[in-house]
Nanobody, 118 residues
Framework: QVQVVESGGGLVQAGGSLRLSCAAS????????MGWYRQSPGKQRESVAG???????NYADSVKGRFTISRDNAKNTVFLQMNSLKPEDTAVYYC????????????WGKGTLVTVSS
């Protein structure tokens, strides 16, 4: 059983920065993809960014140029550096991990709240 735990959420003013972290523990092997979704009130959950074990990344158009996803494979940890934050970025951010050994299962964190004030 893999546990996924996010941290780093909080309150920040527009134009500021936050760095989210997510650690996956309990995996018996490597993790293929790790990434982030977010959900705001009244909206569907949307993919923000993802990264493979090889470093291939994908970003939502709304965050390109502002957010950077990275990972530490040895520690099964993924990071989301969020710069130039906008009030529209306010959401609960959920981390996920796809271990190779657990395929096709995806494990999710409980979420961390990011609030961007204007």
């Amino acid at each position: 059983q893999v546990q996924v735990v996010e941290s780093g959420g909080g309150l920040v003013q527009a134009g500021g920065s936050l760095r989210l972290s997510c650690a996956a523990s309990g995996s018996d092997g490597s993790i293929n993809v790790m990434g982030w979704y977010r959900q705001s009130p009244g909206k569907q959950r949307e993919s923000v960014a993802g990264i493979t074990s090889g470093g291939n990344t994908n970003y939502a158009d709304s965050v390109k140029g502002r957010f950077t996803i990275s990972r530490d494979n040895a520690k099964n940890t993924v990071f989301l550096q969020m710069n130039s934050l906008k009030p529209e970025d306010t959401a609960v951010y959920y981390c996920y991990a796809d271990p190779y050994s657990a395929y096709p299962l995806r494990y999710w964190g409980k979420g961390t709240l990011v609030t961007v004030s204007s």
